[in-house]
């Protein structure tokens, strides 16, 4: 048997490639994986067990159970006399309320579940604002949190200036794959506990500066919005949260050239200001060991890096030292990420308040302005065409409202599985 947290893709490339191996239990992608009837609202992308058969007619068994601890893996195997697997069965078991707690551990979890609540209610800050990082906000456009956490990583490795430059480095970013939770500033009279900040980054990363010249960070960048879809409900983690770059995509462009304007934040100048990105110059960037070391698809770093400085620093502990020195936090929006649509070549909206105040999800398509009144460029006509032609515009206005609004009621539906109505 082997367990590892390489991908499904890989997990079958493992299994298809070593004969040794009877059984592959994988991780990383969090695939579900199902046979039948679902329990839940997860749709399986491809049967339990999935079964790989190698040229010398054995085979190998491929399994995951998804994430958040919602499933545990369960798979029966039979061997036949030359050990070569024969048959199987099993499926992922659901881990609700009708499966009962161990009481033996939780007697033996105890003290330590009470020295982790002494320590996740300490306070490490103070927020005046909702730092917003769900998963259809920071792997689709700028947050608010995303700022937070590449000006936290950034502001670890200032030091003393030199006669030409203000720092080595300007530059940070943050994959939004590593953004995990929202800091409620309505919570806990908006006091940021370390339960807060492990929530957000629960990975225990450390952090490094990589020197890469302009053109690999254009590559990186690129990299950024490789797979973005406009309609997905999962967006994947390689989205990026940055420090110091100012940055423009047009999604409606080919892979590898949807970056049509990045600027840089100068590190050698005494007043930082933003500069075009240079293909030739070589710019120091901060980012997490697991980017470093091509998580999230960013091998190109790895490949063509031409400097590193690594620390043992955790980034929660990078997070909550920047959150002590600069409480209360008032990161928001700052135009450091715009992603135009390729259905209207218009910027993606914004977060509004609303949204920040209310569910932590985003659902896309509701994106389209209505506009009611009178075109100047036509004569004005009777009081009573006037009123017509305001209420048809109304009309239109609604039906608009009502088709996007079922649009938004369909995917909240596929996305959390409640019913809303539809129609």
């Keep these: 048997m082997a367990v590892g947290h390489s991908g499904f893709a890989v997990d079958q490339q ?39 058969e190698r040229e010398d007619g054995s085979r190998a068994l491929v399994v995951q159970d998804f994430a958040f601890g ?69 792997r689709m456009r700028e947050c608010n949190l995303g700022n937070f956490l590449a000006d936290a990583a950034l502001n670890y490795f200032i030091e003393q200036p030199t006669e030409t430059g203000w720092n080595f480095v300007a530059v940070a970013l943050w994959n939004a794959g590593g953004i995990r939770a929202s800091i409620d500033e309505r919570m806990n009279e908006g006091n940021v506990t370390f339960e807060d900040i492990i929530s957000v980054a629960p990975f225990g990363n450390t952090m490094d500066v990589v020197a890469l010249k302009g053109k690999y960070l254009r590559q990186v960048l690129e990299n950024s919005v490789s797979d973005y879809d406009l309609d997905s409900i999962d967006p994947p983690g390689g989205f990026l949260q940055v420090s110091g770059l100012r940055l423009t995509y047009n999604v409606s462009m080919p892979v590898g050239s ?16 933003y500069q075009p990105l240079d293909e030739e ?40 030292k920047y959150a002590q020195k600069y409480s209360p936090i008032t990161t928001g929006l700052e135009n450091r990420v715009t992603v135009v649509s390729s259905r209207d070549d218009k910027p993606l909206p914004e977060v509004t308040d609303a949204t920040q105040a209310g569910d ?52 909240a539906n596929k996305l959390l599985g409640i019913g809303l109505p539809i129609g």
């Design 14 to 52: 493992i299994a298809k490639e070593v004969p040794e191996i009877d059984v592959v239990v994988g991780g990383h992608t969090n695939t579900f994986l199902y046979t039948g009837p679902t329990p839940s609202i997860e749709e399986p992308q491809g049967p339990y067990p999935v079964v790989i």
């Design 70 to 138: 919602k499933y545990m893996g369960f798979l029966e195997i039979l061997f036949d006399e030359e050990g070569k697997v024969s048959s199987w069965q099993g499926n992922p078991i659901l881990l609700d309320a009708t499966v009962p707690e161990d009481p033996a551990i939780v007697e033996l979890l105890e003290p330590y579940g009470q020295d982790v609540k002494r320590r996740v209610r300490q306070k490490v800050g103070q927020t005046n604002v909702f730092l917003k990082g769900d998963r259809l906000t920071c």
């Design 258 to 273: 949807r970056l049509i304007e990045a600027h840089v934040r100068c590190a050698d100048c005494r007043v930082p200001h």
């Design 281 to 320: 110059q070589v710019y120091w960037v901060v980012m997490s060991t697991y980017m470093a070391k091509g998580g999230d698809n960013f091998v190109n770093i790895q490949e063509n890096s031409i400097g590193s400085r690594n620390t043992d620093e955790l980034d929660v502990d990078i997070i909550i």
């Design 360 to 411: 932590p999800y985003d659902f896309e398509g509701i994106t389209e302005t209505i506009t009611i009144g009178m075109s100047t460029e036509e004569p004005v006509g009777e009081p009573e065409s006037i009123l017509d032609n305001i209420i048809s515009e109304i009309d239109q206005g609604l039906d608009v409202m009502k088709t996007n609004l079922d649009e938004a009621a369909e995917k």
